[in-house]
């Protein structure tokens, strides 16, 4: 559909070199027109090639609309998408509970976290656990919510493109092994960042959206709703008579603006003598925030026993994306136009493992040590997540998983708009 972007250029390409004669070279207003028609067809087209037309070649109001139509496009195959059943190979004892919680950051870059040596101290209670383990070199795909969440939650990647409304998705896996899924959620249900997400929620037994505060995802950034709120559905997640569990929680994290993002009490970063150092006062205070709400839910997983099984729990946390706040090109935000801020796809990865998991599996936790600093693409977190639950079928590969002896850490990181990460 996008080759008709092309098709008037061509056109008048085509009709400019009708009407310039080969021998007189005047006037030469018709060959400095033949010369931008065809430097603007070479820039459209290997923009076309490339996945960046949209973005680098459409003006922002033609954007908006593709945008929103592609939106659209997700939301009605992702809204017709029911969960399925699949094969699986899962074991475990009649007398054990396992437990996954997947907490989902909003924006973060790990290049604001003192847990990864910012200047700043704005990871205080997250640097004092010794029940973490930090991974060093995980990068999005895509620097935005809808592409990196539903690539990272399904069997899509960067190599197979397979359709989110085709993906076999965690939630069907957890569901064929008889574990009871959640999804929490303080983003806003409704908007065009957030309805296909919205619909894959709905594929869980139980999905609790506490963001009401705007009519739309957009107005809702605009707005304070804190993550805090989420503790008590957690809370009665954990507390739900099933027996096996999977608990995603989705986070508003440190989307703009950044000072809605958390409470006063956390206010702490103010000193400034520009706008541009109040703004990144106010990201680092997001983080600041983030860093008790996360510690948070690690102490309610940690503090969750069951009365009648021996629970084995574990969680990882990661964010979407990352956000670029003057780290590159004095720029803020996530969105771009030239380059991609490799600060919009550096992110945080933190696992934590209960003693019962360490004592169960020894072996897996001794490798997930070895391989903290190992380059991944959060597009393969759906292997990374079946391995730690020690979970197999077709769709898995070993050689995708962050925790496993067989991971290939040779995957070229080409993110979206073919850009190689490391050769950045």
């Known amino acids: 559909m996008l080759l008709f972007l092309i098709v008037p250029y061509l056109f008048l390409l085509v009709m400019a070199l009708r009407k310039v004669k080969p021998v007189k070279f005047y006037p030469k207003s018709n060959y400095i027109f033949v010369i931008v028609l065809l430097f603007s067809v070479t820039f459209l087209s290997e923009n076309l090639i490339h996945g960046r037309l949209i ?13 929103f139509a592609d939106e659209i496009k997700t939301y009605k195959a992702l809204k017709k998408r029911k969960v399925t059943k699949h094969e699986v190979d899962f074991k475990t004892s009649e007398l054990e509970q396992q437990i996954f919680v997947l907490i989902i950051g909003e924006s973060c870059n790990r290049n604001h976290m003192s847990l990864y040596s910012y200047s700043k101290k704005t990871n205080p209670k997250l640097e004092q ?27 899509s990647n960067l190599e197979n493109k397979m359709g989110f409304d085709k993906s076999i998705s965690l939630i069907d896996i957890f569901h064929s ?13 409704i908007g065009i960042w957030d309805n296909a997400i919205y619909n894959l929620a709905q594929t869980s037994d139980v999905s609790i959206f506490v963001n009401n505060t705007g009519n739309t995802s957009f107005e809702s950034t605009y707005l304070s709703s804190y993550d805090e709120r989420l503790f008590e559905t957690l809370h009665l997640a954990l507390k739900d008579d099933s027996r096996n569990k999977f608990i995603v929680i989705h986070l508003m994290g440190s989307h703009s603006a950044y000072a809605k993002r958390y409470p006063p009490e956390f206010d702490v970063f103010t000193n400034h003598s520009n706008h541009k150092e109040q703004l990144i006062n106010s990201y680092d205070n997001s983080i600041l925030y983030n860093d008790f709400i996360v510690d948070s839910m690690l102490n309610i997983l940690k503090s969750y026993k069951s009365e009648t099984y021996n629970t084995i729990s574990s969680c990882i946390y990661l964010s979407d994306h990352g956000e670029n706040v003057y780290n590159e090109n ?27 998991y360490k ?3 020894s072996e897996k936790g001794s490798r997930i040590l070895l391989n903290t600093d190992f380059p991944f693409v959060s597009d393969d977190l759906f292997h990374a997540v079946l391995d730690l639950n020690n979970i197999a079928c077709k769709s898995y590969s070993n050689t995708r998983s962050l ?10 990181r080409i993110l979206e708009d073919n850009m190689d990460y490391d050769l950045k």
């Open 177 to 189: 092994i008889h574990f009871k899924t959640f999804w929490l959620s303080n983003q806003s249900p």
């Open 55 to 67: 973005r680098k070649a459409v003006p922002q109001t033609t954007k908006a609309f593709i945008s």
């Open 330 to 356: 004095d720029n803020v935000g996530h969105d771009y136009s030239g380059n991609m801020p490799k600060s919009n796809v550096e992110i945080p990865f933190i696992v934590w493992l209960s003693p019962e």
């Open 359 to 361: 004592n169960k599996f």
């Open 403 to 412: 925790f496993n002896r067989d991971f290939n850490p040779e995957r070229l």
């Open 129 to 155: 656990r010794n029940d973490i383990i930090v991974f060093n070199n995980v990068v999005s795909p895509y620097s935005n919510t809808l592409g990196s969440v539903l690539s990272a939650l399904t069997e």
